[in-house]
């Protein structure tokens, strides 16, 4: 079933959102789709945009080169963002990198950007690692030959005419973003020199000069070229920057997208390097625009002449716009006329490079008129399938519904799949001549190999559907899209919860509850044997137990109570769940990933839960009152560990009686997600003003966090963020007032209790603050000043309110012993009296 956002984003791409006086007024009815399909034929130029990671991408001007002028234009990404803050759910880490992923891919589609990444599995190098204010940290994380050997292959496979990276080298960048121009420019020689990374020409790649590297100018007065962007489209009835911004609002994860108004707007560039003699008087200056120009280049006149033939049915092709019963068959005639021009270029005797460039854009303009014809062939196709969800050794049925919905005959139709090795099924459907108006069915019967591996959200689609026809004695075959993910999984999918334990060696609890939820994705009924892997010493009750299924995507938990010895040694421990059913041992978990916005996601990952064992001690009788924002787990973290934690609600914070607990602490960035917050943070400040304490976890400028009124005192987050950051997690940390009962009870917390923590130790440091508030520890990044605001305490009242920027929730998520004992602390203040 297509996306119902999708369909929201097509009618919002067309209702009218500009009113401005000297844009074009005119209202026509347009079709998008064949244009988007016909415009790329005035152009062979390409362009590639390089970044780091998910939203790098330069959007409003990718708008401008992609639907304005018809250029092949790509965004080549490092890593998947794993590392991120996630804006719409609890995901993080990988199933955050594959949420994003899928985004960058939704918001491509509406700029006509193709969107690629070098990292390529969930345990890629090329890892979103957490903020990096350097380049060397970066490629060392990475590995800089492997990255650098991908960048390259990419460059050779593509073959971009110019390259941009979004990004310049400098101290105020993201290091990841640094990085990838510093390969970027780099690669601008060595992807043209066989000598670097040779294997690649082994595996039949050709050295690629880029013609021309641009950077974003730093400055209006810096720039060697300024572009225009800010036209209006009346296809889109938007400008381009508009049409950017629309597909941002699909990186919903990150929290895109605004609304900008219709208004002239320039992109500055500085070209930094260069292989064609140019004066700069526009972007593609030096560089074939055309097959017309690339006639200037061929030597021999009767292939110039040719080109120049084509291209003129190109132009002409696009002047039928938007009468798709006349594109029809121009555009089968001019398909085939490139493939006979691409034998006879294969033939000719050209100089080799001029050879393999030509070659590659007259396979490109095979393609998108491959894709003009199946447009404007009104051809219609919806492919069902009998469920998105298979499985290994699963008979299924793929349903091709394909309409012709134009007034002129398809000949010849063919419908098809094309699968992984080794599935059987029953082959290509003749659908044979389609008269307008009429609908035939093509139905398919396949059989998923008995090993078939299970799905990993970046491979490709693991079924695609095939259509083709013949025109003007031209056969072409189109490649579609399942309108969502058609995943092999595991018939059986084991998950636990809580997937990490902590024990506390100070009080060993001698029976812990874990739950074992187990999923059937069979479509037949099924019984299975559920038991845990135990650390040695360890014991549960029960020791197996028995799920029965009769349907698929059934469902079932059984509570196992595990028992640690009472003389645990402090250190990890792992616990493993899975479930026996027909001879077969099933130990994956699989976190479905859904939104509206995005096809649906499987990240697959062993059924384990991650324990450590460690000293924590918890005053009696704390009761700690959490407002979760939705962007951390520390409340359920806390509840596992022993802590007496009530979850508020929105009536809870309007009405409830605040008195009734010792602390209330706020999730990360809290504000942004919980109005409710915002509107009762009156209360909030009066609870701690009558005696309680209130603990704040770091917010974003932009968090609706007033300077003068959301804390009790002034308190001014940093901006810009890179520089109010601690991104090196192992950065020393001094403890400015280590006697302090903040960091006495109920723990006494040490220099140990800083090590081993993960990603980074702050974020959004606030910058400037009342002489009211007490700080505690300074930490800094290598050759920085330190700050000294992570943690700030003030009396208000006859309580306390304590504000820190320290990421507290991915140290617990983590099972950072540190990073436990010091949030108890801190959440503790107070409860000695």
Partial sequence: MKKIFTLLMAVLLILPTVSLSGFAQKKTEHDMDLWNAVKPLSTTVSFLNTGAHPDDERSDFLAYLSRGLGVKTSSLIANRGEGGQNEIGSELDNALGIIRSNEMKEAAKITGVKAYHLSETTSDSIYDFGFSKSPEETLEKWGEELTYERLIRFIRTYQPDIVMPSFRDVNSQHGHHRTMTILSERAFTDAADPNVFPEQLEEGLEPWQVKKLYLPAESQETATLSIEIGDYDPVYDMTYPQLGEESRYLHKSQGMGRDIPAEPKQTHLELVDSAVTTQENNLFEGIPYDLKEWAEVVSQPVLSNQLKKLQKKLDKIIKLYPNRTEIFPESQQALKETQNLIKKVDKAKLAPDVKHDLLHKLELKAEQLTEVSFVSSNLNVETTIDSSVITQGEKVQVTMTLSNEGDKKVNHVQAALELPENWKYNGAVNVKHMKPGETKTAVFHLEVPEDEAYYHPYDEPVIQPIVSFKEKGTETAVPLELDNTAAVLPELAVSVDPESIMVNTADVKENIPLKVRVKNYDINSRDAEVALKLPEGWTSEPNTTEVSFTERFEEQEVTFTVSPPADIEEGNFEIEAYAISNGKTF????????????????????????????????????????????????????????????????????????????????????????????????????????????????????????????????????????????????????????????????????????????????????MNWDDRYETFVEMADPDEEAFDGGILLADYGEGTYLYSSLVFYRQIDSQVPGGYRIFTNLISYGAEE
Avoid: C
Avoid at 614 to 642: R, T
Avoid at 661 to 688: C, H, M, W
């Fill in 587 to 766: 130990d994956t978990t699989v976190q479905e990933i859904q939104y509206d916005h995005i096809n649906d996601e499987y990240f697959l990952y062993s059924s384990a839960a991650d324990g450590e064992a460690f000293e924590l001690l918890i005053p009696d009788n704390l009761k700690v009152g959490y407002i979760e924002s939705g962007f951390d787990n520390v409340a359920n973290h806390l509840i596992n560990a022993g802590f007496n934690i009530t979850k508020l609600t929105e009536e809870d914070l309007a009405s409830s009686d605040l008195s009734q607990f010792d602390t209330i602490v706020t999730g990360i960035r809290a504000n942004l997600s919980r109005p409710d917050l915002v509107e009762n943070n009156a209360r909030l400040l009066q609870y701690v003003e009558e005696g309680g304490h209130l603990v704040v976890q770091y917010h974003k400028p932009g968090d609706n966090w007033d300077v003068e009124a959301s804390a009790p005192y002034h308190l001014e987050i940093g901006s810009p963020s890179i520089e109010w950051r601690v991104t090196d997690e192992n950065a020393e940390v001094t403890m400015t007032q280590p006697e302090h009962k903040l960091f006495n009870y109920p723990n006494q917390i040490t220099d140990n209790d800083w090590d081993n923590w993960v990603q980074e130790r702050g974020l959004y440091f606030p």
